[in-house]
């Protein structure tokens, strides 16, 4: 098993940054994948970023040139630093781990952007 503990969100104003952090405990061995995906109210789950244990990182057309997300595997942690922030970035904000077979998610961390 698998336990995933983000942290880092909050209220912060349009244009602004934050950063999250996930870290993943237990039975870590074999994990490729780690990202982060984000919900909106009244939205479905969606894409953010995600980034391999060899370092290949996909992101999210609308998060693209604003957001980078990175990850040290010593400590089994991913980032995700987030500039230039804008209201519909809003959301609850889930790490999630790929293994082989299996898929982990956190409890989310809230990030809300005003305007």
């Known amino acids: 098993q698998v336990q995933l503990v983000e942290s880092g969100g909050g209220l912060v104003q349009a244009g602004g940054s934050l950063r999250l952090s996930c870290v993943a405990s237990?039975?870590?061995?074999?994990?490729?994948?780690m990202g982060w995906y984000r919900q909106a109210p009244g939205k479905s789950r969606e894409f953010v970023a995600s980034?391999?244990?060899?370092?290949?990182?996909n992101y999210a057309d609308s998060v693209k040139g604003r957001f980078t997300i990175s990850r040290d595997n010593s400590e089994n942690t991913v980032y995700l630093q987030m500039n230039n922030l804008k209201p519909e970035d809003t959301g609850v904000y889930y790490c999630?781990?790929?293994?082989?077979?299996?898929?982990?998610w956190g409890q989310g961390t809230q990030v809300t952007v005003s305007s």
């Open positions: 999630k781990a790929d293994r082989t077979g299996w898929t982990y």
């Open positions: 980034i391999t244990s060899g370092g290949n990182i």
């Open positions: 237990g039975n870590t061995f074999g994990i490729n994948a």
